[in-house]
Nanobody, 121 residues
Framework: QVQLVESGGGLVQPGGSLRLSCAASGGIFAINTMRWYRQVSGMQRELVANITSGGVTTYAASVKGRFTISRDNVRNRMYLQMNSLRSEDTAVYYC???????????????WGQGTQVTVSS
């Protein structure tokens, strides 16, 4: 059973930093693209950043230059380093990944349960 578990959220002051982690476990053969999304209550989930298995990254305009996505393909983990945090970054942050069970299984998309990030003085 594949699981994605986020950690590292919390309360931070404006201008501060946090590092989110996402750990993937279960019957994983390979992980293709991994993503961080965020969602404010009552609003649509927003793509924050993604990273391919080869390390190619893309970012939402609102976080470019402040957030850095990375991954560890050996440990099946993904990270989001968030610097210069603003109040508008407050949201639940979700890990998302395209995962293969075997070489022939095809991709399946999985979500984590989310971790709350609150930026406030």
């Amino acid at each position: 059973q594949v699981q994605l578990v986020e950690s590292g959220g919390g309360l931070v002051q404006p201008g501060g930093s946090l590092r989110l982690s996402c750990a993937a476990s279960g019957g994983i053969f390979a992980i293709n693209t991994m993503r961080w999304y965020r969602q404010v209550s009552g609003m649509q989930r927003e793509l924050v950043a993604n990273i391919t298995s080869g390390g190619v990254t893309t970012y939402a305009a609102s976080v470019k230059g402040r957030f850095t996505i990375s991954r560890d393909n050996v440990r099946n983990r993904m990270y989001l380093q968030m610097n210069s945090l603003r109040s508008e970054d407050t949201a639940v942050y979700y890990c998302n990944a395209d995962i293969l069970y075997s070489p022939r299984s095809g991709e399946y998309n999985f979500w984590g349960q989310g971790t709350q990030v609150t930026v406030s003085s």
